[in-house]
């Protein structure tokens, strides 16, 4: 069965650096594009970061641009996301979703996210 | 940015209850809409694509309706599984944004 698996989460101080896994298996990982979601305790969802199904075509959100970079190994059925100058609003739950193509596509499986606090 | 606006924020309601979650967007997309369902500390499940199209194994008592910038979330009779919160979500164009939720209580 599809399955996303989330890791590399924890506890980090601001302005520092974490780089988060998702692990995909149950499916042709190379032919789907995969997107990081977030979501603040308590809070709604917030689309931070996409990348194409052969890594060619990568997005960020504007409240991540240039602090964060998406990025993908198919060879080891993994994608990342490297967090750096972290702020105290990136605490939340890191979700990663797979999505049939980088665009004009909705994200037919989730993850169950990893969660990241930022705190001094 | 297309913004996602979703009400009402919070329903109540009886298992076996008829109701409907809205969601209006400030800006024309088509029909490029998406239905999430979030239980507690669980990932979020697809339940509608292209506004109106039923994701695989989702019961039919869901559906969903609209275009452009109005669109609508049925359940025809709740059963206890479908408390929860449920998202709306624009994959039109990058960003792709999310309506801010509807949690779904019991009544």
């Known amino acids: 069965q599809v399955q996303l698996v989330e890791s590399g989460g924890g506890v980090v101080q601001p302005g520092r650096s974490l780089r988060l896994s998702c692990a995909a298996s149950?499916?042709?990982?190379?032919?789907?594009?995969i997107h990081w979601v977030r979501q603040a305790p308590g809070k709604g969802l917030e689309w931070v970061a996409v990348i194409s199904y052969d890594g060619t075509y990568k997005d960020h959100a504007d409240s991540v641009k240039g602090r964060f970079t998406i990025s993908r190994d198919n060879s080891k059925n993994t994608m990342y996301l490297e967090m750096n100058s972290l702020r105290l609003e990136d605490t939340a739950v890191y979700l990663c979703?797979?999505?049939?193509?980088?665009?004009?596509?909705?994200?037919?499986?989730w993850g169950q996210g990893t969660l990241v606090t930022v705190s001094s | 940015d297309i913004q996602m606006t979703q009400s009402p924020s919070t329903l109540s309601a009886s298992v076996g209850d008829r109701v409907t979650v809205s969601c209006r967007a400030n800006q024309s997309f088509s029909s490029w809409l998406a239905w999430y369902q979030q239980r507690p500390g669980k990932a979020p499940k697809l339940l509608i694509y292209?506004?109106?199209n039923l994701a695989g194994g989702v019961p039919s008592r869901f559906s969903g309706s609209g275009s452009e910038t109005e669109f609508t979330l049925t359940i025809s009779s709740l059963q206890p599984d479908d408390f929860a919160t449920y998202y709306c979500q624009q994959y039109k164009s990058h960003p792709y944004t999310f309506g801010q939720g509807t949690k779904l209580e019991i009544k």
């Open positions: 149950g499916f042709t990982f190379s032919n789907y594009a």
């Open positions: 979703a797979r999505a049939p193509s980088s665009r004009a596509a909705q994200f037919d499986y």
């Open positions: 292209r506004a109106s």
